[in-house]
C-alpha cells in the first residue's frame, strides 16, 4: 500500500539546520541566545505595526500570559470562542477563571458578533463583565474584526486573537496576530511552520513584552540572589527551536501559498458535487492561509462526514472532524453558552478537515480526488 497521506505535517526547507548547528557551536542551547532575537525580529518584520513579539514555549503558553496581563484573576469570566480547539480555553481554567462560551456564525465559522454582544450584556446583568474576549481564526478564516474590535471597545473589554491557526491570514490588508490587544501564535508541528512545539505572544508595547519574558523565566526579581514577588512559569522557547523557526520564516511565503493552492484544488474538485460546499473566504476583503481545507455536507446529502472520513482511512488517506464545540464538552458541561442557532454544532456535525500540508505532492492530490469522487459517486 502507498505511504500514507497526512492531514498536515512538519514541512522544513529553509536554514533549520544551519541556525540548529551555529546554537550548538556557540554553546547556546538554554532559553536565550541569538536565534530567539532572531525569530521574535523575524515575525515582528512580518507582521509590522511596531507590534513586539515573545516567543514561547507553546501558543497555551501564549493565551495564559495574555491572559495574566489581561489581568484575569480566580472566578473571572472570559468569553470564548465555542468552535475552537481546547487550548484556546484550557488556560483561562489554568487561572481559575471560568470560560463563557460563544456560538459561531456561518459564514466566518468564528464568534458571531450578535451573540457576543448579548453575552456581555447579559454577564454585566449578572454582575460579572467579562475580563477578556478570546476569539480564534478558526482554520485560518479570519473573524469579522471590525465588528467585534467596536464591541470590545464599546464594552472596554480587552481582545486575545487566538491566530494560532492563521498565521499568514489576512484581515483588511493587515495580518491576522495583530487584530487584537494580544495577539496569539502557534508554531507546533501541524501549524503554517513549526519549532516542533512552540508558540508566540504579540503584544503592542516593549513593556507588555518585558513583563511576558519576566513571567515566562519562573518571575526572578532584580536581585542577585533567587527573589520571587510573583508567580512565575517557565515558557521561554528554546534557542534551538528558536533556530528552527528562523529557517521556517524563509519559507513561510511559501508555505501560505501551498495551502492556498491546495484549497484552490479542492474548490475545484468540489465544484460539480451538490452535496458538498468548501469553505471559502466571505468576501475579498480577506484572506485565509487556509491552513485546513474543510467542506460541510448538505444535511439531506445520503453522504456525510464520518462515512468520507472511513473511506479515506480505508485507502490510507488521513481526515479529521471539525472541532468539537467547547460548549459539548464534558470537562466544559456546566459553562454556560451564547447562541441561538447550534452553528457550530451544526458545522462540527456536517464538517470534515482533508489533507491540507504544504507538502502534499501532486500525485497525493491525485489519489485524494479520485478517492473522494469514489465515494461521493458511489
Ligand atoms: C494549536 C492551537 C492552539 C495551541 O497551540 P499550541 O502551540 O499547540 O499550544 C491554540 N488555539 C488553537 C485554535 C490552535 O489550533
Given amino acids: 500500500m502507498s505511504s500514507k497521506i497526512k492531514l498536515s505535517t512538519p514541512h522544513m526547507g529553509g536554514g533549520e539546520l544551519k541556525y540548529i548547528q551555529e546554537a550548538l557551536e556557540t554553546n547556546w542551547v538554554a532559553p536565550a541566545g541569538e536565534n530567539i532575537t532572531y525569530f521574535e525580529n523575524n515575525l515582528e518584520e512580518y507582521l509590522g505595526q511596531n ?23 480566580k472566578n473571572d469570566e472570559v468569553i470564548c470562542q465555542s468552535l475552537t480547539f ?23 465559522w468564528n464568534i458571531c458578533p450578535k451573540c457576543l454582544e448579548e453575552a456581555i450584556i447579559d454577564r454585566i446583568s449578572k ?57 496569539v501564535l502557534s508554531f507546533n508541528g501541524n501549524k503554517i511552520i513549526t519549532t516542533s512545539g512552540g508558540g508566540a505572544l504579540v503584544t503592542k ?22 527573589e520571587h514577588s510573583n508567580i512565575g512559569y517557565n515558557y521561554r522557547m528554546s534557542n534551538i527551536l528558536a533556530g528552527i523557526g528562523r529557517g521556517q520564516m524563509e519559507t513561510l511565503h511559501a508555505h501560505v501559498r501551498r495551502r492556498v493552492e491546495i484549497h484552490q484544488f479542492y474548490e475545484k474538485l468540489f465544484k460539480p458535487i451538490e452535496s458538498v460546499k468548501i469553505f471559502s473566504e466571505y468576501n475579498s476583503k480577506i484572506k485565509s492561509n487556509h491552513w485546513l481545507s474543510c467542506i460541510l455536507f448538505n444535511s439531506k446529502s445520503k453522504r456525510n462526514p464520518l462515512g468520507l472520513f472511513n473511506h479515506l482511512k480505508a485507502h490510507n488517506i488521513e481526515s479529521k472532524f471539525i472541532w468539537k464545540p467547547l460548549h459539548l464538552q464534558p470537562i466544559f458541561k456546566e459553562n454556560e453558552f451564547y447562541g441561538d442557532n447550534n452553528i457550530a454544532e451544526t458545522i462540527f456535525n456536517t464538517g470534515l478537515c482533508l489533507p491540507s500540508g504544504s507538502n502534499l505532492t501532486t500525485e497525493n492530490k491525485d489519489t485524494i480526488a479520485k478517492v473522494v469522487l469514489n465515494y461521493l459517486d458511489a
Avoid at 52 to 70: D, N
Fill in 205 to 226: 508595547k516593549q513593556a507588555l513584552k518585558e513583563k511576558a519574558i519576566f513571567l515566562a523565566t519562573q518571575s526572578k526579581d532584580d536581585e542577585l540572589w533567587y
Fill in 127 to 183: 454582575g460579572k463583565k467579562p475580563k477578556a474576549i478570546i476569539l480564534v481564526h478558526i482554520f485560518g478564516m479570519p473573524a469579522k474584526m471590525d465588528k467585534i474590535v467596536s464591541l470590545a471597545k464599546k464594552y472596554e473589554i480587552p481582545i486575545i486573537e487566538d491566530a494560532a491557526e492563521a498565521l499568514g491570514s489576512e484581515y483588511k490588508g493587515k495580518k491576522c496576530g495583530t487584530l487584537g490587544d494580544f495577539g
Fill in 86 to 108: 481546547a487550548a484556546s480555553a484550557f488556560p483561562i481554567m489554568y487561572q481559575g477563571a471560568t470560560p463563557i462560551f460563544v456560538d459561531s456564525e456561518k459564514d466566518t
Fill in 51 to 73: 507590534l513586539k513579539v515573545t516567543a514561547l514555549s507553546s501558543g497555551t503558553a501564549a493565551i495564559h500570559l495574555a491572559l495574566i496581563l489581561a489581568g484575569v484573576k
